[in-house]
């Protein structure tokens, strides 16, 4: 049935073979899950596509919607499986434990959370070797705001614009896009700065970024002077001397924005933040949700990509593989700050969760994710430059391993974002021909990259051609 199926969008493109042949869906008719879905299912909870996907199973890179048509998931359920949809290692783990143990809660030991926990802090540098395991990454930044104000016992907090750090009330002070703003008191305690965006800031040029594509601007900085870095580092003061008191509690950064569409600084910016901010007495949180777990490619955590270490690192979405766990990674002297009074989590670090997360950190090292990530991002960055370079249209292809952002613009000179409407068209075009890719950015004029990290090159070339294809339509349509 899935060999029949012809895309609306004819393309030139050959979906790459795969031997996987889902169940044959059961369940109700589309229409009845759509009327439930506007009944009984918040409206809060928005969906991708004129006519949303009814998705019923999944296989690596692979997901079948209901009438068995196959698409490239090159989002990841927003960049949250790492190792693969139903990961054979993963998922034989899990039915082992499900068998076995659920829940205990913390008041007593189970094996697998001591086990994990060595396991995990071994892939962190000194001091970074304790850790409070929660359920999601707003939890995880709601306690790691939360450890640095108990520790340095200061309360100001410093984010980038166009971050995003969760939708909880406190971790909404560090969230910087105006879609996740509610008109409701939040961020008390919490300053912004100017995002260090190499492509659509003030400043930036042609080698300020650790990527295999730079932007289109042009640089006349001289060997290892970087005048975009200078210009972003004098904001960041900018904003220490205006913004906050004289100590603060600390700072918080993605090492490569995820929400905001892949967006990069400067290579040396974040080693001399830290250190701006170390000097007004704050720790120093890396927000790895999405980075984290090997996914840049040549380094297993994004911090270790800035020459920086950490006071607090948050984990979540890939650590679990769609499994829901998160983490706090901090040091010793950090997580007593917590240790005081109590303060309890009821599921974070069950033995499910534990036994998934050692699970997936043997899938990324046996299957060689890490290194798949490196080649095959590289590989993709590559490709989409060619197109960058064909289309007006692409503004910007930026990023590093497989965590990849594609800016549209109306042309690049002015670096205006492409009109939603015109973005949505080329997004459907994708979708119709069997890839499925992501949307963020300011305006969500950002095509978001972050397939599983089990993904080929022959996917990629499927891929590349039916985004092409999608470009040259749009073309056509504006002519």
Known sequence: RQQKW????????????????????????????????????????RMYYKKPLLLHQ?????????EGRRYLDLFAGIVTVSVGHCHPKVTMATQKQLARLWHTTNIYMHPSIQEYAEKLTSLFPDPLKVVYLTNCGSEANDLAMFMARLYTRNFDI???????????????????IGLYKHGVANGFGCSTTMLPDVFRGPWGGSHCRDSPVQTVRKCSC???????????????KDTL?????????????????GVNGAVQYPRSFLKEAYQLVRERGGVCISDEVQTGFGRTGSHFWGFQTHDVVPDIVTL????????????????????????????FNTFGGSPLACVVGAAVLDAIEEDGLQKNSEDVGTYTLLELAKLRDKFEVVGDVRGKGLMIGVEMVTDKDSRHPLPAEEIDQIWEDCKDMGVLIGRGGLYSQTFRIKPPMCITKKDVDFAVEVFHTALHRHMERAA
């Open 58 to 66: 999944g296989h690596m890179q692979w997901l079948f919607d209901y």
């Open 222 to 236: 001289s060997e290892g002077v970087c005048h975009a870095n200078d210009q972003y580092i004098e904001q960041f």
């Open 316 to 343: 979540a979405k890939g650590i679990g593989n769609g499994f829901p766990m998160a983490a706090v990674v901090t040091t010793k002297e950090i997580a007593n700050s917590l240790a005081q009074n109590l303060h």
């Open 241 to 257: 001397n205006t913004s906050v008191p004289k100590t603060i509690a600390g700072f918080i950064a993605e090492p490569i924005q």
């Open 158 to 176: 410093i984010s980038f614009r166009g971050a995003y750090h969760g939708g909880s009330p406190y971790a909404l002070g560090l969230t910087s």
């Open 6 to 45: 012809k895309s609306s969008v004819s393309t030139q493109a050959k979906m790459p073979p795969c031997d996987f042949v889902p169940e044959k869906y059961k369940s109700y008719p589309y229409e009845r899950m759509w009327k439930i879905r506007e009944q009984n299912i918040s409206p809060s909870l």
